[in-house]
């Protein structure tokens, strides 16, 4: 028997605003379920990147955490340069959150991430 698709409950506006992290041209990733979306490369962003870049993820009943990765886009390669989660408890329930978030790179504190967050919600 086929699994059922999993109920989306609305849809969260992210907006990956800047960051502070190592010298690369980096860009994320951002995975909401089995849902994943990147922002746009920040060509020579180094230490400081600025991608003022939405993206927009379906949010599934149940969900409450979203993944993030930051990479360094190197020709043809994407080497991962850092990593973080955010739990969306908060933004679900008051609709928006904007603030920085920790990375982490193998353990180890490795910049953070000022992210903005919108919640529209389908149900009503």
């Known amino acids: 028997m086929a699994e059922q698709p999993k109920k989306v409950i609305g849809e969260l506006v992210v907006v990956a605003l800047k ?23 920040d060509y020579r962003g180094g230490q400081h990147p600025v991608w003022d870049d939405q993206v927009n993820l379906p949010v599934p009943e149940n969900k409450t955490r979203m993944y993030m990765q930051v990479f360094d886009e190197d020709g043809t390669r994407e ?31 490795a910049g953070d991430i000022y992210i903005e967050m919108t919640f529209y919600s389908a149900v009503s």
Do not use: C, H
């Open 79 to 109: 080497d991962l340069i850092s990593e973080g989660d955010i739990d969306l408890t908060n933004v679900l329930r008051e609709g928006e959150e904007d603030k920085w978030y920790p990375l982490m790179y193998r353990g180890k504190k």
């Open 19 to 41: 960051a502070v992290v190592g010298k690369q041209d980096p860009f994320v990733t951002f995975r909401l379920g089995e849902t994943a979306k990147r922002t746009k490369t």
